[in-house]
């Protein structure tokens, strides 16, 4: 059931320069903690301590001024099957940065290339319910695209414009019947953006918020 939202924030127009600015910036290098927008029990500290070190690429498609983002639906061997995510796993003990794993991870489920990728910064880390201590890596690659997709990891690649998931009206928030919980998710050319990754993408909303000002 469809119920009011109560997610509200000012459009965010981006461009590859005012992104790259931003991730420059103090308030993006503070590093500030991501929060869970859903309505649904947070993360207790006990299990934010164990929480498991991750890292997801957030990749920007530049083709001139047009800006999308790369999302995956991943693969039907794998857990959460079906869901749109951003590439990315969990560290590895050889990984040195978050930076390392998200770029890896990106190589490893879709063929992205390291050296296709200018990263521009990172976000804080989010902490999921499913045990993971997210860090979500932002990075901006153009064309040609060139992606090799891993057979039962990623099923397909879509693309989502940037102004479309920078807008705070993109995200409608759905009841779940019988319960208090309520989940955001966002639509688009039948593409559905949920769970972390929708958390993911409001945070990034808010953080661009603070110095992307009308």
Request: proline share 9%; hydrophobic share 35%.
């Amino acid at each position: 059931m469809e119920i009011p939202s109560d997610f509200e924030h000012p459009p965010i127009r981006a461009t590859r320069a005012s992104l790259e600015s931003h991730f420059r910036s103090e308030a993006a290098l503070a590093l500030a903690p991501l929060r869970n927008p859903h309505h649904e029990p947070k993360v207790s500290s006990q299990s934010a301590a164990r929480a498991v070190p991750a890292a997801v690429l957030i990749p920007i498609v530049a083709r001139g001024e047009d800006l999308s983002l790369l999302i995956t639906r991943r693969g039907p061997g794998i857990s959460f099957a079906g869901h749109s995510a951003f590439p990315g796993g969990r560290s590895d003990p050889e990984d040195s940065s978050p930076e390392e794993t998200a770029l890896r991870e990106a190589f490893e489920e879709i063929g992205l290339a390291p050296e296709q990728v200018q990263v521009i910064g990172r976000l804080g880390d989010y902490v999921s319910h499913s045990g993971f201590r997210i860090v979500p890596v932002v990075g901006i690659t153009g064309e040609p695209l060139r992606l090799r997709l891993h057979p039962g990891e990623v099923e397909a690649t879509f693309e989502v414009p940037l102004p479309l998931a920078l807008d705070a009206r993109s995200y409608r928030l759905r009841k779940r019947p019988g319960t208090s919980r309520a989940h955001f998710y966002l639509e688009y050319q039948g593409h559905y953006v949920a769970g972390p990754t929708a958390s993911l993408l409001m945070n990034l909303i808010e953080e661009l918020g603070k110095t992307h000002r009308e």
